[in-house]
């Protein structure tokens, strides 16, 4: 299910699966691997055009992007329910208010982003001196992303790629071919030809678009394949950033709000049904409010509905992965409390809450990406922190507590990317707050200004309109320059050293041409 690559070389073609009943729903012909490197060329060519139609031009085509996306939503949401299983009001949050929110904050903000900053420049030691520095494209970024947020995570990196004059070659996941065609489509109606190319298949395709070398190489995915991107891209020397899985942890203190709690580490572990880069993967839990919060926890969770509330896994592959992770915790003595096994429809599993569960369970130290939530008490926060922190992954994390003020600082000691205090992993769909993970979680930052960072190159211009024959650092190398460098750096001290330096520096400064008049 999910998609299946079937066929090799030029025939291979990805026919598409609905992860809810496993009926087959269309084919999508894979792009011949060896085409890809010429895809590459070709994005390049179109970028030079596409920059040189300056921002206003670019942030028209993208607007009209923008337009036609809002235009084609109900198709979205149609499209994530047959390739993700994904229930309505998830997807119409996730994917398309999310992403009219994330056009929106671009094309508001680009301006500012991408205007130069001065160098600063001080008239006295550089005079008649002025400099800006500018964000440049890098050219072509190649886009590989995964099925679990088909368009929320292509559009987080096409759309500042593209206001900051970028060509952008994107290859969808084999699982969700029909979401990228999607897009690939809005853009070849939106943007001049060429702007954004899509390649269509699995690993193969991907290498294929590493080893073809564009400028810039973003990639969301397991650590697995990000492990194996990066090695490709160090050789071929190729600037790549990296938004790997994740294992996040939810910390509940004594105090919390408990009902809210329950009500948000439900949510975080259970929507997109656990396939989630910032699920709550670990709950740790105030040993005092251990019960009443696992009571609130399986009452909420025995609630949801299959496919309406939690959808299906999207591979089987992934179902055995979330399978294997229960199998072996219930056989080292952790007990499920609601779920448990997978029965179908699809590849549906419920919603697993486990309790009894210990750090060196496969589902407390691996990803599970799936429906399952364990929760462990602790005596002391410190406690519980240490676990977070001897994780290897560090996407985000979550605090609940009344106290604003202790959240806050715990949060904030936390080694992941994103912390929040009474609420867990929603960031992602705000436009301006940063998102990327630390340790085996990746290097990569998406949104906010961060983001152009990875899209574009810093390039200074400096324009002197001094007349004069030279400058005070240049040759001859002489007494009288150590002088003035020595008494400039001893003006900045304190006490009587002040005019000490000052001596040295004029005198440096009357005599420093004098074997160079
Ligand atoms: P995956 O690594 O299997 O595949 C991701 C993409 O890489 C797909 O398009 C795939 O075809 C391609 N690919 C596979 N092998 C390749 C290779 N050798 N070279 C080049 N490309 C290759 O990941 P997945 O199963 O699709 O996605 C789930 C993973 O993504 C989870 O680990 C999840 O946590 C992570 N994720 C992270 C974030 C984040 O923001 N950090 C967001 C969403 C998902």
């Not at 088909?150 to 290859?171: D, H, Q, W």
């Not at 909420?300 to 591979?315: E, K």
């Not at 609940?400 to 609420?423: C, I, M, Y």
């Amino acid at each position: 299910m999910g998609g299946r690559i079937e066929g090799t070389g030029d025939d291979a073609r990805i026919l598409c699966f609905d992860p809810r009943s496993g009926e087959r729903r269309a084919e999508v012909p894979c792009t011949p691997p060896g085409a890809v490197a010429g895809l590459v060329e070709r994005a390049r060519a179109a970028q030079d055009a596409w920059f040189e139609l300056g921002l206003d031009g670019r942030r028209r085509a993208v607007a009209e992007l923008h337009r036609a996306f809002l235009a084609r939503a109900d198709e979205v949401v149609a499209l994530l329910a047959e390739e993700c299983g994904r229930p309505a009001g998830e997807a119409w949050t996730s994917e398309v208010v999310a992403n009219h929110d994330l056009f929106r904050w671009w094309l508001g903000h680009v301006d500012d982003l991408l205007t130069p900053t001065p160098v600063d420049l001080d008239p006295l030691s550089y005079p008649r001196k002025r400099g800006a520095v500018r964000l440049l494209p890098r050219g072509v970024v190649g886009l590989i992303t995964p099925w679990n947020l088909p368009v929320a995570i292509p559009l987080r990196t096409l759309v500042p790629a593209l206001l900051a004059g970028n060509a952008v070659v994107f290859k969808p996941s084999e699982h969700s071919p029909r979401t990228g065609a999607l897009l690939g489509e809005l853009c070849a109606a939106a943007l001049p030809e060429g702007v954004v190319t899509v390649v269509q298949g699995g690993a193969e395709q991907g290498r294929a678009l590493v080893e073809a070398r564009p400028d810039a190489l973003v990639f969301t995915g397991s650590a697995r394949t990000g492990r194996a991107i990066s090695e490709a891209a160090g050789r071929l020397g190729l600037p790549v950033s990296l938004e790997l899985g994740g294992k996040d942890a939810a910390i509940v203190l004594a105090d919390a709000e408990l009902d809210r709690a329950a009500a948000g580490v439900v949510w975080g572990a259970f929507a997109f049904a656990g396939q989630n880069c910032a699920a709550v993967e670990r709950c740790y839990v105030d040993a005092g409010v251990f019960d009443a919060f696992v009571e609130r926890v399986v009452e909420r969770t025995r609630r949801l509905r299959p496919l309406a509330d939690v959808g299906p896994l999207v591979t089987p592959e992934q179902l055995a992965i979330v399978e294997r992770h229960v199998r072996e915790a219930v056989a080292a003595g952790a007990r499920a409390l609601t779920g448990g096994r997978a029965e179908g429809p699809g590849l549906y599993h419920p919603p697993t809450v486990l309790v009894d569960v210990t750090e060196d369970m496969a589902v407390m130290r691996e990803e599970t990406f799936g429906p399952v939530l364990p929760i462990v008490p602790f005596e002391r926060p410190e406690d519980a922190i240490a676990a977070v922190e001897a994780s290897p992954w560090g996407l985000t994390a979550s605090v609940w507590t009344r106290d604003l003020e202790l959240g806050e600082t715990l949060a904030s000691n936390l080694s992941v990317g994103v912390a929040t205090v009474n609420n867990h992993g929603f960031t992602g769909a705000l436009p301006s707050a940063a998102w990327g993970g630390t340790k085996g979680s990746g290097h990569g930052v998406t949104n906010s200004r961060f983001a152009l960072y990875e899209l574009t190159r810093p390039q200074t211009v400096v324009v002197d309109a001094a007349r004069g024959p030279r400058e005070l650092w240049w040759y001859p190398y002489n007494d009288a320059l150590a002088r003035v460098a020595s008494g400039m750096i001893a003006l900045s001290r304190r006490g009587g050293e002040r005019l000490q330096g000052l001596r040295a520096a004029l005198s440096g400064f009357i005599h420093r041409w004098k074997d160079d008049p």
